[in-house]
Nanobody, 122 residues
Framework: HVQLVESGGGLVQAGGSLTVDCVASGDDYDYMAWFCQATGKEREGVAAIHRGGGVVAYADSAKGRFTISRDNTRNSVTLQMDRLKDGDTAMYYC??????????????????WGQGTQVTVS
């Protein structure tokens, strides 16, 4: 079993930056990822990273603006979000699991989830 605890998030003006962090404990897993879910919409993959840090995947909407990083000494994953837009407003969830190749940004590939942290862009 894996427990994920998110922190960060909050309110930021459009064009600003925000960082969300997630610390994991428990069993081993290959990937950690961030997903977002806006009100009334499905959960979408934002970025994923392998434990070694060498394999990273980004959603098209995140490329060039968001950076995912991993600290294996803390068992943590961080999402740095820059140039935020109104459309980035959502609940952001941390996930851990063993996704198949080419499905790293699909929610059904992840077994473990955090409670979510709200990001609001005004």
């Amino acid at each position: 079993h894996v427990q994920l605890v998110e922190s960060g998030g909050g309110l930021v003006q459009a064009g600003g930056s925000l960082t969300v962090d997630c610390v994991a404990s428990g069993d081993d897993y290959d990937y950690m990822a961030w997903f977002c879910q806006a009100t009334g919409k499905e959960r979408e993959g934002v970025a994923a990273i392998h434990r070694g840090g060498g394999v990273v995947a980004y959603a098209d909407s995140a490329k060039g603006r968001f950076t995912i990083s991993r600290d294996n000494t803390r068992n943590s994953v961080t999402l740095q979000m820059d140039r935020l837009k109104d459309g980035d407003t959502a609940m952001y969830y941390c996930a851990a699991g063993q996704p198949r190749v080419f499905r790293r940004l699909y929610a059904d590939q992840y077994a473990y989830w955090g409670q979510g942290t709200q990001v609001t862009v005004s």
